[in-house]
Nanobody
Framework: VQLQASGGGLVQAGSSLRLSCAAS????????MGWFRQVPGKEREFVAA????????YYADSVKGRLTISRDNAKNTLYLQMNSLKPEDTAVYHC?????????????????WGLGTQVTVSS
């Protein structure tokens, strides 16, 4: 499975962004897709995940109500709609694919990762 994330940028606090992640290869084997973020010197942090077939969603408490994960199976694309952005949302955002079928909030369960896209939120 190959993943390519896009859509990051520099925005002001309170603004919105939509990240996309195009998946290719053996996408039929994907159970969960997720978004994680990382800032220098810190561990990678779970943001949101979704079951690839039925669309059940999972969110970190810090983003509930502001970020929305979705997917378009026909386009093999994952999205992260980011509203009411805060400076603490600044990070490199990575999309990932989980074929193991369990623990969708744990980064170690994701075998496939895309290169990240930088999101910077200024105050």
């Amino acid at each position: 499975v190959q993943l390519q994330a896009s859509g990051g940028g520099l925005v002001q606090a309170g603004s919105s962004l939509r990240l996309s992640c195009a998946a290719s290869g053996r996408t039929g084997s994907i159970v969960y897709m997720g978004w994680f973020r990382q800032v220098p010197g810190k561990e990678r942090e779970f943001v949101a995940a979704i079951t690839w077939t039925i669309g059940t969603t999972y969110y970190a408490d810090s983003v509930k109500g502001r970020l929305t994960i979705s997917r378009d199976n026909a386009k093999n694309t994952l999205y992260l709609q980011m509203n009411s952005l805060k400076p603490e949302d600044t990070a490199v955002y990575h999309c990932a694919a989980n074929r193991a079928g369990r623990e969708p909030t744990r980064s170690y369960m994701y075998a496939y990762w895309g290169l990240g896209t930088q999101v910077t939120v200024s105050s």
